[in-house]
């Protein structure tokens, strides 16, 4: 059964190869806060001091996006999808507690289960980077807690006096809306299900980094994906060359927001021009190139029927292999 008419079936794989087969689907992603989300390590937002462009040679600090802050919200969106549908329960696969080793989320993204077995994801996702520097990405907030009076002051318990700000106050660091982090989602070996299932988790996860806040809100922009036989330029040099295109055009004026028409434009352009530089194969749906893939993605996967078909696609694709290749290596494991 074949879902996509606006891609040739010869990128994909017929089943899940057990072995590297050297086909990779890239998907670039521009990924846009919408609120005030924390990618953190230790209290503290994630930073690291690079320089500024791939021409401008200036060492600025840039807020930095983790791979597991962007791949751990996508598999959990995947997860909750096959549970809606009925193709996996919370007691037969439970994340980072008890893997069932037979669903499209531990075959594609991979599993470890210490002595029981481990899997490898196929799902490749390396740390992203802010375009604007860090000064101009993160606000510093005061937190407390409101009375039933509605104030911030107390009320004169444990001691203090009525009208007086309690202790209980803290700062945090949080992202600004409207920062931008290119990100390059890299799938190995797709079969068509496994596409459109990593795909499908991209569009329509909302929120990233610290899942205890009421924030988070992030937004993900496709602008194109790339089918290669190898991998593609980095998340930092595409973020580098993102920010000469936009100072080139005087499109970053701190301390204001950068424009999303100018940064998907310069990200769409400065892609092009690293993909025109790389010495592998591969073929590009970027820009208009990429719009009627789009369109037919979303239209699969945003009805009922077209969604449900996919996910048992690739739920069937998932129990073949863990049949075929992870029942061997638990086998062989006992014989030890």
Not at 144 to 161: L, Q
Request: hydrophobic share 35%; with cysteine.
């Amino acid at each position: 059964m074949s879902f996509l008419k606006t891609v040739e079936s010869k990128f994909f794989q017929s089943e899940i190869p057990y072995k590297p087969m050297g086909k990779y689907v890239h998907f670039l992603t521009v990924r846009i806060t919408e609120s005030y989300p924390l990618f953190q390590t230790d209290g503290e937002l994630n930073k690291a001091r690079v320089r500024a462009g791939v021409k401008d040679k200036t060492t600025i600090s840039r807020l930095s996006m983790f791979k597991r802050k962007q791949s751990t919200p996508e598999r959990l969106v995947g997860r909750e999808l096959l549970r809606n549908y009925g193709l996996m329960t919370a007691e037969e696969c439970e994340y980072n507690v008890n893997f069932s080793m037979d669903n499209p989320d531990c075959i594609i993204y991979g599993f470890a289960i210490g002595d029981s077995g481990s899997e490898k994801s196929k799902v490749v996702v390396d740390t992203a980077f802010s375009i604007t520097a860090f000064d101009e990405s993160h606000e510093t907030f005061t937190l407390n807690a409101p009375y039933e009076n509605g104030t911030m002051a107390s009320k004169g318990e444990n001691g203090s006096k009525p009208g007086e700000v309690t202790s209980r106050i803290n700062q945090q660091d949080h992202i600004r809306p409207q920062v931008f982090f290119p990100s390059i989602v890299t799938l190995k070996d797709p079969t068509e299900a496994s596409f459109l299932y990593v795909f499908n988790n991209i569009l329509r996860t909302r929120h990233y980094g610290a899942q205890t806040t009421r924030t988070g809100r992030v937004r993900n922009e496709l602008i194109g994906v790339v089918f290669a036989d190898g991998e593609i330029t980095s998340n930092l040099r595409w973020t580098q060359a993102t920010y000469d295109q936009m100072k080139a055009q005087h499109t970053i004026n701190p301390p204001d927001p950068l424009d999303e028409d100018d940064v998907i434009t310069a990200a769409k352009s400065a892609i092009e021009a690293l993909m025109a530089n790389e010495f592998i194969v591969h073929t590009d749906f970027i820009g208009d190139a990429f719009s009627p893939l789009l369109q037919e993605v979303k239209s699969l996967v945003g009805d009922e029927t077209g969604i449900k078909a996919v996910l048992e696609k690739a739920d069937a694709e998932a129990k073949n292999y863990a049949n075929t290749h992870i029942s061997k290596k638990k086998t062989a494991a006992k014989a030890k």
